[in-house]
């Protein structure tokens, strides 16, 4: 059961065998969608049917193109990562999307800014997707749950997100822009080749770290 609006309400429901990790760019045609469908690719790889495993993956847009479909050089970056477009239509961003979030990760710092700024309790958990794999690659997997014990990659995921947010005032970035990914909108696609294999390499520790499971080389 969602919620309902407004400022100040408390976070997801963490009671529930459910996981939601939602991804934040500006217009949810570019950044966003691709790394929505990066990060699904990459969790059937390593748990088959991410459902199974409690995990949802969604995105939204600050400035969201409400029912766009992806643009067209976003949906080539995800077919040359074998990843799926199919279906993808664009969302703007809700309160009801944050406050069904476990794990919030934005494409930029004013990204993260603006949804902290929607209220729902969200600083704890949202983060940018650069600042998050900075801060998993400093966690000990050996501290977090198994995912094969009961709770499985539900728990493990919410205790990974508690573990990164202790360290978020510890393990700061080496510069202002180490941080964001940049928008490829109205680029050419070998700009978009390169965003996507950004998105790319900061997904991969991050799903290892959720799961528990390194990618199949």
């Known amino acids: 059961m969602i919620a309902p609006q407004g400022r100040g309400i408390a976070g997801p429901d963490t009671t529930t065998d459910t996981f939601r990790i ?6 949810n045609v570019c950044r966003s969608p691709i790394t929505e469908r990066l990060t699904r690719h990459a969790l059937a790889h390593r748990l088959g049917d991410p ?5 949802v993956v969604e995105s939204a847009g600050t400035w969201g193109h409400e029912g766009a479909p992806m643009e067209a050089h ?5 077919a040359d990562f074998g990843a799926d477009a199919q279906g993808f239509t664009g969302r703007e961003l ?4 944050v406050i069904r979030a476990d794990l919030v990760l934005t494409a930029t710092r004013d ?4 949804v902290i700024s929607m ?14 794999t900075r801060l998993v690659r400093a966690i000990d997997p050996a501290t977090l749950p198994d995912p094969e014990e009961a709770g499985g990659v539900v728990d493990r995921a919410r205790a990974l997100v508690q573990a990164a947010a202790a360290l978020r005032g510890w393990l700061l970035a080496p510069n202002a822009e180490a941080d964001e990914v940049h928008d490829p909108y109205g680029a050419p696609i070998t700009f978009f080749r390169s965003i996507g294999d950004e998105i790319n390499q900061a997904l991969d520790p991050v799903v290892t770290a959720l799961t528990g499971v390194p990618a199949r080389s």
Request: proline fraction near 0%; hydrophobic fraction near 40%.
């Open 22 to 27: 939602l991804h934040v760019s500006t217009g």
């Open 51 to 55: 459902a199974t495993g409690g995990l």
């Open 74 to 78: 976003a949906a080539t970056v995800l």
């Open 94 to 97: 809700l309160d009801e999307h």
């Open 111 to 114: 990204h993260r800014a603006q």
């Open 119 to 132: 209220g729902h309790s969200a600083g704890l958990r949202t983060f940018t997707l650069k600042e998050f």
